[in-house]
């Protein structure tokens, strides 16, 4: 069964043999993953997102922890035996980052920073900025290059962002690089209100052109040719434009390019480089070999440097200064002069066996095979077509000029459509891939003028955007029809064939429609696919509360009972308490699973809430009118960025020993706080998404949507019909596309996950009718009381927790499978959430209270 795959591999091996692989390295590219990343197989990862940060071998780890242990490494600016050393080996780290671009030692200094971030920084901060300067940039940049154009406007120098075409030629010919770029350039940038702080210089002006090596957004990769152009003739390409005087000197922003493409400096003279080894977290920028992290360089060009002007200094920048008057000595060294305070010489250190991984492949190599996997994967990805012949996927950064742009880099960026052509949401994708274990990136990439540039964004659409609520990070991934982001994947020197195949396989069996055969037809709205007739009854079906869950503390375990008192709030004392960390976190089983090991009941007669947990001996008891820590009480205001709902709550706190018991329950140090009352929530507008809605009406306690959560059995086994038929119903998905080893491979076969409703952690558990019948209440009678409908429950990976034996397993069940039926509109819907209508109560009795065995009686209109 595996002969499909390697039929598939076989076929991509015919066309990218000679460059897949490494074929004459000491080890190929199988070896490598084997020895080097095992940690990859044994999680079952599949990890692309090489663009933000590649990953480090077994090999170099094990050569810097022996490093570390058998030598002594003392601060540089020390002069002892063991400082000594430590300096040389910086110089020696220096000149291989040198080397890496191949850069004089006599032309350029390597100036180390805390990442690609901190060289951009002291480039804007150092340069010799004036009222006459420009700083001009591409749109393809990252914001870290942006933030350059503050420097530049705050001294009141012009800013302003180009697109860079080639120009038409009427005549014959070769064309040169020179003559063949033609400027677009977009508005121009001053602050007319900066106040000049020196007098203006008495020769040009210096001007400043930032461009990246690749871009991080599309993969594009400039030609290098940009560096001499515009150094050389600026006034050819700038022709017309005021800005073409002064001497212009030029960025490259290599922090994605040299991952597998570094800047030949002895052929393209940049003036500055900015290159990052790993990322600092405000920047998204590739590193080169995974470790060490926060750190970077700047290399410069030994002419550019002197030009430099820095107003602080420190430790190890000065040669001699004077405490209590104005003196201060420089070092004239241009690396001492610009690396404030001792630089991070154990992260230097590490660098040699990076770069002796990166040397025993050749940098050359790893570009080939990187752009292998890459073309192999934009082929496939920009034939797929729905059912109806339409396009699957739109593909971003293809440019058909070869002057002004080099061959693509292993960085594929695109977006999914429907066969409406409507799009998928960038973080739908994202959610469904980390449910089958692929690892990628979504959203602009901090490089907003690329995005907007490839997504045909205009800046009232940008602007509207924020508008609507939508920042970076956030959820908001389609605003008024159009996608406000992307998805990117990018491979590394350690992907494989499989990485990519699997990559195909999951866009193909999640996003791709496929006609299939009519007894089975399998439609996006459907709420179910058609299962052969079962002899269901057509009459009228009947429907009964077969359990009632009470969750006193959100996120940890519940008590099921046969009856229970309602409240304005919905289940008395449900989700009325909650943890919270002592930085103000909220803890919830998404980032402490272990809470769904803390079980919990109430005994409304003692008037006790009863906690336990296998980590702790001593079975907690909290009164429900007492034990708090003050008489007064506190505010918490809750806010989620993603869904952009607030709540402020009034919370009471309990004493250091009930702290102290939840802290070692959970692991780390938290408190516990009970909700006397909200006074006020809300939700931005609804719109046409059909699903959850946060509940505004009425009073809450700590629930993530409404007051009670409402699960089928009919859903629930006909899920669990699903996850038996999962792997048939794959099939017939990826129609031609799919191998049955694939379908091994992607984890299909074996025994099925089966669940039971409390997986979904619901209030109420009812029975009776067809399978989702509930989708299409709009209000219910249970006994004597009634609900309010509030559309379906977005559900989350915490349905994969499952907790068993004293430990929580997690796995990708069973959102995966219900994401392949019950996804709508970037949502996964299962379950209906309620909210209680006690407008014709009034007080609390007998009569409201829900009794197991209650008939429920629904309404559709």
Not at 464 to 490: E, F, L, Q, Y
Request: overall charge neutral.
């Amino acid at each position: 069964m595996t002969s499909n795959m390697d039929s598939d591999k076989e076929e991509f091996l015919r066309e990218f043999g000679d460059d897949y692989g490494y074929p004459n390295a000491p080890k190929n590219i199988d070896e490598i993953r084997a020895t080097e990343f095992k940690r990859l197989d044994h999680d079952g990862l599949v990890y692309l997102d090489h663009a933000g940060t590649t990953l480090y071998s077994e090999t170099q780890m094990e050569a810097i922890f022996k490093g570390l242990t058998t030598s002594v490494f003392g601060n540089p600016h020390s002069q002892s035996d063991s400082s000594l050393a430590t300096a040389e080996i910086i110089r020696e780290a220096r000149q291989q980052v040198l080397d890496f671009c191949n850069a004089s030692a006599r032309d350029y200094k390597c100036i180390f920073t805390s990442g690609a971030t901190g060289a951009l920084k002291l480039v804007g901060e150092a340069f010799p900025w004036s009222s006459q300067s420009t700083f001009m940039y591409t749109m393809e940049n990252h914001n870290s290059v942006l933030g350059i154009r503050e420097y530049a406007l705050s001294k009141g120098a012009t800013s302003f962002a180009i697109d860079i075409e080639e120009a038409a030629h009427d005549g014959g010919g070769c064309k040169s690089p020179v003559s063949s770029i033609k400027v677009l350039q977009r508005p121009t940038l001053r602050r007319n209100e900066a106040t000049l702080l020196e007098e203006e210089p008495s020769g040009d002006a210096y001007n400043l052109f930032a461009f990246p090596s690749e871009c991080n957004f599309s993969g594009s990769r400039f030609s290098l040719h940009l560096v001499n152009t515009v150094k050389d003739d600026t006034a050819r390409v700038l022709e017309g434009s005021p800005y073409c005087k002064g001497r212009w000197m030029v960025l490259i922003d290599a922090a994605k390019g040299c991952a597998t493409k570094p800047p030949d400096l002895s052929k393209y003279q940049a003036d500055f480089v900015i290159i990052s080894f790993y990322k600092v977290p405000v920047y998204d920028s590739a590193v080169i070999f995974g470790y060490p992290t926060g750190l970077g360089a700047l290399i410069v060009r030994t002419e550019a440097a002197k030009l430099l002007k820095k107003s602080y200094f420190s430790g190890g920048t000065v040669a001699a200064s004077i405490a209590d008057i104005d003196f201060v000595k420089r070092r004239e060294g241009i690396e001492e002069f610009f690396e404030d305070g001792t630089i991070s010489f154990l992260s230097i250190a590490s660098l040699h066996h990076g770069f002796k991984i990166l040397n025993t492949l050749s940098m050359s190599a790893i570009s080939r095979h990187t752009a292998s996997l890459a073309t192999y994967t934009r082929k496939i990805l920009s034939t797929l077509r729905h059912g109806n012949g339409d396009h699957v996927c739109t593909l971003y950064g293809r440019h058909e000029s070869e002057v002004l742009y080099d061959e693509l880099g292993p960085i594929i960026s695109f977006n999914l459509k429907r066969p409406d052509g409507s799009w998928f949401g960038y973080r739908e994708v994202e959610k469904l891939a980390s449910l089958s274990g692929i690892q990628l990136r979504t959203g602009c990439f901090c490089n907003p003028g690329a995005c907007a540039k490839y997504l045909g964004l205009s800046h009232l659409d940008l602007l509207s955007n924020i508008k609507a609520g939508h920042v970076c990070w956030d959820d908001h991934d389609i605003v008024n029809g159009k996608p406000t982001g992307a998805v990117r994947v990018s491979f590394g020197y350690m992907s494989t064939f499989e990485d990519a195949k699997k990559l195909v396989n999951f866009i193909v069996s999640s996003f791709a429609s496929w006609p299939t055969q009519a007894e089975c037809v399998y439609l996006s709205r459907a709420r179910s696919i058609c299962f052969p007739d079962e002899g269901l009854k057509r009459s009228t079906p009947k429907y009964f509360l077969r359990a009632v869950t009470v969750y006193p503390i959100k996120s940890c375990a519940g008590f099921r009972v046969d009856s229970w008192p309602l409240s304005s709030t919905g289940l008395l004392h449900d989700r009325e308490w909650l943890l919270k960390s002592l930085s103000g976190e909220i803890l919830t089983q998404k980032k402490v699973p272990e809470m769904c090991l803390i079980s919990t009941f109430i005994d409304l007669n003692l008037g006790i809430l009863f906690v336990e947990s296998p980590r702790c001996k001593v079975k907690l008891q909290i009164r429900l009118r007492t034990d708090f820590s003050t008489a007064g009480g506190d505010e918490l205001d809750l806010y989620s960025q993603r869904s952009a709902l607030k709540s402020l709550y009034e919370v009471r706190g309990y004493d250091n020993e009930v702290s102290i018991w939840f802290s070692n329950a959970v692991g780390r140090p938290c408190t516990l706080l009970r909700c006397s009352g909200s006074k006020n929530s809300f939700c931005p507008e609804r719109g046409k998404t059909k699903g959850m809605c946060r509940d505004v009406e009425t009073k809450l306690n700590f629930v993530n949507g409404a007051q009670l959560l409402l699960i089928s059995e009919e859903s629930v086994s006909d899920l669990n019909k699903r996850l038996r038929l999962i792997q048939h119903f794959k099939q017939i998905q990826v129609n031609n596309f799919m191998s049955v080893a694939d379908v091994q491979e992607e984890g299909l076969e074996g025994p099925p996950i089966q669940v039971n409703p409390m997986r979904f952690r619901p209030n109420l558990v009812i029975s009776g009718g067809a399978p989702y019948a509930e989708d299409e209440w709009r209000s219910l009678k249970i006994g004597n009381q009634n609900f309010v409908s509030l559309g379906g429950c977005n559900r989350c990976q915490m349905i994969n927790l499952n907790p068993q034996e004293g430990e929580v397993r997690r796995s990708r069940e069973p959102l995966a499978t219900l994401a392949s039926y019950r996804r709508e509109k970037g949502t996964i819907l299962f379950g209906i959430l309620l909210r209680y209508d006690n407008s014709d109560e009034v007080g609390q009795d007998m009569d409201s209270w829900l009794q197991v065995g209650q008939e429920v009686h629904p309404k559709t209109d």
